[in-house]
Structure formats: structure tokens, C-alpha cells
């Protein structure tokens, strides 16, 4: 009989870690994805931001970076930056590696 409930309870505690392990894993993801939105939003605002107040859009997210505060992080995140004209706004296109 006590071997039984010695079984069940190291089944119990392995489903346990399993669960928080998938846990886990979920929150990095919704992490993950909530930053990549945010940067994304972040990229766009700085943009705009930039032609309301100086009357053209930034040449490149080098630009952003060094006169906006913008941070990115290039080792996480390839950002696509492509613009046509100074007047129009680019397209901004963010990938995560």
C-alpha cells in the first residue's frame, strides 16, 4: 500500500513540474510577443514624432536611436526600414531573429 501513494505522489509531483514548466514557457512567450509589439509601436511613434517635429521622416533607425531615445535591440530584433520619400511615411517592418 505505501508504495502505491510513493508512486502516485512521484507522478503527482512530476505532472506538477511539467505544468509550471509550461507555464513558464507561456509567460516567456506572452513576454516575447508583447515586446515585439511594443518595440514595433515604439519604431512608429519615434518616426512620426520625428517628422512632426523636424518636417521629415528619420533616414534610418540608426537616426531614431541617436537623436530619440529609441532603443532596440539588434541582436534580438531585424527591423526592415524602408523609405521612399522624406514626406512619406516608411515602411516599417520588424522581425524577430
Known amino acids: 500500500m505505501k508504495s502505491n501513494f510513493k508512486v502516485i ?3 503527482m ?13 507561456n509567460a516567456h512567450k506572452k513576454n516575447d510577443e508583447e515586446n515585439f509589439k511594443i518595440l514595433s ?3 512608429v511613434r519615434s518616426a512620426v514624432h520625428c517628422y512632426a517635429i523636424e518636417g521629415f521622416y ?3 533607425i540608426k537616426y531614431l536611436e541617436d537623436n530619440y531615445g529609441l532603443i532596440v535591440d539588434h541582436d534580438k ?21
Request: glycine fraction near 2%; hydrophobic fraction near 60%; charged fraction near 10%.
Open 13 to 25: 509531483i512530476i505532472l506538477l513540474i511539467l505544468y509550471m514548466y509550461y507555464g513558464i514557457e
Open 77 to 97: 530584433y531585424f527591423i526592415s526600414y524602408n523609405i521612399f520619400a522624406s514626406n512619406i511615411m516608411p515602411e516599417i517592418m520588424v522581425f524577430i531573429k
Open 41 to 43: 509601436d515604439a519604431i
Open 9 to 11: 505522489f512521484v507522478f
Open 58 to 60: 528619420p533616414p534610418n
